[in-house]
């Protein structure tokens, strides 16, 4: 545990990595990035990893050792242990400990509520309340806009990630003007993240996103940038899901279904993928039955699958209204 007391999104590589896919980035990064190894798993999906890393990483600094400690609370919640996690940052003690923290405690609480609209309003209220006191934290602010992102609400996350410095800041900007169709504008902020440090693998996620975005050869270019990073670092589900979408945008739904399946072997309850299955199987006219009481089964509160519970309530609704 730490140490100190995230239809079948199809064309969006960004919504299959849901949420996720954050980039922590809280503070300038050292010379020497101590937080290197963590910090790329987790910006790949990589939480376990990351985890692992942490638990033997001894930190140079306190603000070191509190990021450290965030990339791991972000794990658990990458990997849906939203419990875990609000076991650990207890609500009588999150409001004395640092900013950071007490955030990762009510973005755990807005995850838990998923399906709770009336809930979620209430913790994004408690986030906003507490950017009084804690103006500047980068963190804050991602994780505000990326309550939003889970929403879809897009452009008003867009108030909030607009406002940070850092490379994970940027890149959620990337990624939600890809979202919002606009990889015109998501282009020029890549570009000012290459300035930055065009190598991150922050940066490189960014660039793939806004090849994805622009759509026709670039979607290759997309694709073998997940290509590359699945080669250097571990083939996670967030990788294999985006090249995957990568795949399916140029109608190679075999070979996406290839990556799926090799997804689905990490980790046969993850939403994304069992969603980007079921795409493919409407695609190549199979049975997606299967996937998709699959994904119903495990990953009920999933935003694709609520999607589609609502289409399909609406579709009764106009059937039953027709035969009044």
């Keep these: 545990p730490p140490t100190t007391n995230h239809q079948p999104p199809t064309t969006n590589?960004?919504?299959?990595?849901?949420?996720?896919?954050?980039?922590?980035n809280m503070s300038e990064e050292p010379t020497v990035d101590e937080l290197y190894e963590v910090r790329?798993?987790?910006?790949?999906?990589?939480?376990?990893?990351?985890?692992?890393?942490?638990?033997?990483l001894h930190t140079a600094s306190d603000a070191l050792a509190l990021e450290k400690d965030c990339f791991v609370f972000r794990s658990y919640l990458g990997q849906g242990n939203y419990q875990?996690?609000?076991?650990?940052?207890?609500?009588?003690?999150?409001p004395s400990q640092p900013?950071?923290?007490?955030?990762?405690?009510?973005?755990?609480?807005?995850?838990?509520?998923?399906?709770?609209?009336?809930?979620?309003?209430?913790?994004?209220?408690?986030m906003n309340t507490l950017m009084s006191s804690a103006r500047g934290s980068q963190l804050l602010l991602i994780l505000i806009g990326s309550a939003?992102?889970?929403?879809?609400?897009?452009?008003?996350?867009?108030?909030?990630?607009?406002?940070?410095?850092?490379?994970?800041?940027?890149?959620?900007?990337v990624s939600f003007l890809v979202a919002m169709n606009r990889p015109d504008l998501a282009q020029k902020e890549w570009q000012q993240m290459q300035q930055m440090q065009d190598d991150a693998v922050a940066t490189q996620l960014a660039q793939a996103?806004?090849?994805?975005?622009?759509?026709?050869?670039?979607?290759?270019?997309?694709?073998?940038?997940?290509?590359?990073?699945m080669e250097k670092f571990t083939p996670t589900p967030m990788l294999l899901n985006s090249a995957a979408a990568c795949l399916m945008k140029m109608n190679r739904f075999a070979d996406a279904e290839r990556l799926l399946l090799e997804s689905l072997e990490k980790d046969n309850?993850?939403?994304?993928?069992?969603?980007?299955?079921?795409?493919?199987?409407?695609?190549?006219?199979?049975?997606?039955?299967?996937?998709?009481?699959?994904?119903?089964?495990?990953?009920?509160?999933?935003?694709?699958?609520?999607?589609?519970?609502?289409?399909?309530?609406?579709?009764?609704?106009?059937?039953?209204q027709m035969k009044l």
């Design 209 to 229: 996103m806004v090849l994805f975005g622009l759509g026709g050869e670039s979607t290759e270019e997309a694709h073998l940038i997940y290509q590359e990073l």
């Design 40 to 56: 790329n798993n987790f910006m790949l999906g990589g939480y376990q990893t990351a985890i692992n890393e942490a638990s033997s």
């Design 148 to 173: 939003y992102a889970k929403l879809r609400q897009y452009d008003e996350g867009l108030r909030y990630v607009i406002q940070t410095r850092s490379l994970e800041g940027r890149s959620l900007v």
């Design 13 to 24: 590589p960004f919504l299959c990595v849901a949420a996720l896919h954050l980039f922590p």
């Design 84 to 94: 875990f996690v609000l076991d650990e940052l207890r609500a009588e003690d999150t």
């Design 269 to 320: 309850k993850d939403g994304d993928t069992l969603l980007n299955l079921t795409a493919c199987a409407f695609h190549t006219n199979r049975n997606a039955d299967r996937f998709l009481r699959q994904v119903k089964s495990v990953a009920s509160s999933h935003d694709g699958v609520q999607q589609r519970i609502a289409m399909e309530l609406a579709f009764d609704e106009a059937v039953a």
């Design 99 to 126: 900013p950071e923290l007490f955030a990762l405690r009510l973005y755990a609480e807005f995850c838990a509520a998923q399906g709770d609209d009336e809930a979620q309003q209430a913790v994004l209220q408690k």
